[in-house]
C-alpha cells in the first residue's frame, strides 16, 4: 500500500472478518495502517484473528439484537473512532428452490443479508459518521444482476443490499461514501462445493482463466475504502473475472449453474 491509501490510524470494522473474503480484507486493512475490529459468530476464531491482526474483535451474529450498538461502542472505546465499515457477513440460506424456502429461513436471510448491513451504518453514522464523515463498503455478489439454480434467496438479498448501497450513498453524501463490490466465485468455504472438485473445469469458463482469491476482492474494497477513491460514492465494483462478460468470451462452458443444479443443499 502507498500513502495515498490515507488508512493509516483510521479505524474499519469487518463483519465476517475471520475467514475467506472478510480476513482477507481485515488483514489487507490493517496492512495499510488501519485499526481493525473483527466480528464473527464463532469466538475462538474472532480471538485468533484479532491477535493476528493487532486489533480487536466481538463475537455474535451481525443479526443479533443489540449486536451492531455492542460492536459500534466497543470500537469506539477502543480506537476513539469509527472510519470504514466493511459489511461483508453473508449467510447462503435457505438454498434450493423458492418454492421450497421456509419462511424463517427468509427473513433470517434479510436479517442477516440487508437488515444488519443497514443497522451497523445507523450505529457507525450516530456514533462518529455524521460528524466526522466515513466510508461504507458492502459485500454483495455478481449474481445480484441475473437469475441461478437454488440461489434465488440469496441473489435477492444480495440484490436488496446493492439498493440498499445506492440508496445509503444519496443520503449520506458528502460526509460518508457507501458503496460496493460483487465478487463472481471465489475460493472461500462457503462456495467450496461449487468450486470444488473440478476446479480446473469451472476456472476454464471464466475468461481470465481462474476463479478468485479472497485477496482479489480485499484489493478492491481497501481501494473504495482509501482516500484513493474519494470522489466514488453509489458505485459497484465487479470483481468477478469476467464472468459478467463469459459470452462473448472463447473461454468453455460455464459450469458454476450445472454445479449448482447438482448439489441439493449445503
Known sequence: MTSSYGLEGRAAV???GTRGIGRAVAGALAAAGALVCVTARDATEVRRAAAELGGIGLAGSVADPGHPEELTDLVLREFGRLDVLVNNAATNRPYGPLMEAGADAWREAF???VEAPLRLVQCAWRGWMREHGGAVVNVCTEGAGHVGPRVGAYGTTKAALLHLTRQLAGELAPRVRVNS???GL????MA???WEP???EVAAGLPLGRIGEPQDVARAVVWLASDAAEWVTGADLLVDGG???????TAGTYAVH???????EV
Not at 186 to 189: L, N
Not at 243 to 249: F, L, P
Open 14 to 16: 469487518v463483519t465476517g
Open 258 to 264: 450445472e454445479r449448482l443444479r447438482r448439489v441439493p
Open 111 to 113: 436479517a442477516v443479508n
Open 198 to 200: 473440478g476446479e480446473e
Open 186 to 189: 471465489v475460493r472461500t468455504e
Open 243 to 249: 464472468t459478467r462478460v463469459r459470452a462473448a468470451s
Open 192 to 194: 467450496r462445493f461449487v
Open 181 to 183: 463490490v460483487s465478487p
